[in-house]
């Protein structure tokens, strides 16, 4: 059986937790039982910088990129986290919106 990615949003582009996805994952995922046996991985840059696509094709997750024909734009808003697939130990891939906030006014 072929494993799953499931991206979720971890906390909102206004700073609000998501708790029932965070136990979600959790269960899913079996995180508590994983001991310290697990690693984590995020990457920030600049916006439209290539953030989601880089973790999409090395740790094989699904986080929404950017379409260039669309013009460019935010695509992640806030913090995402998905399971890396066929790595061990066990990993979590965080994709986090661009630090240069263009989106917000932020410049």
Do not use: H
């Not at 979600?24 to 508590?32: E, Q, V």
């Not at 840059?45 to 460019?72: E, I, V």
């Amino acid at each position: 059986m072929a494993e799953d990615c499931c991206s979720f949003q971890l906390i909102t582009g206004d700073g609000v937790l998501n708790r029932e996805g965070l136990e979600n994952f959790s269960r899913t995922t079996n995180l508590s039982q994983r001991g310290v046996s697990y690693a984590v991985v995020a990457i920030m840059g600049p916006q439209s910088g290539g953030k989601s696509t880089l973790l999409n094709k090395l740790f094989q997750t699904d986080f929404r990129m950017m379409d260039a024909d669309d013009g460019r734009k935010q695509t992640t808003q806030g913090i995402w986290i998905a399971k890396a697939i066929g790595i061990e130990p066990f990993t979590i891939a965080i994709d986090v919106e661009g630090s240069d906030g263009r989106e917000r006014g932020q410049v």
